[in-house]
């Protein structure tokens, strides 16, 4: 998929979204490079769901601990 496509996609859920009053952000995390799609509540602005949730990238991050220390430990 090209950048022009993306754009387009995203410009057309943000269309439909706002059609039934919510928001939708795309923001990138920090710590783990991931993307992450907050759908938000428009006329209070909260958090409706979030993907991937909270607890899914404390997971992968958990995960990528664990395997650096195993690395570590057969090194």
Do not use: H, K, Y
């Not at 859920?13 to 923001?27: E, H, K």
């Not at 783990?32 to 979030?50: F, L």
């Not at 997971?59 to 650096?68: D, G, H, K, P």
């Amino acid at each position: 998929v090209d950048r022009e496509q993306l754009q387009a996609a995203v410009s057309d859920i943000q269309d439909f979204v706002q059609s039934v009053r919510r928001d939708i952000n795309f923001a990138l995390d920090e710590d783990s490079g991931r993307m992450i799609i907050n759908v938000t509540e428009a006329s209070s602005g909260d958090v409706i769901r979030q993907i991937p949730s909270e607890e899914a990238l404390r997971l992968a991050e958990n995960l990528t601990e664990i395997r650096s220390v195993l690395f570590e430990a057969e090194a």
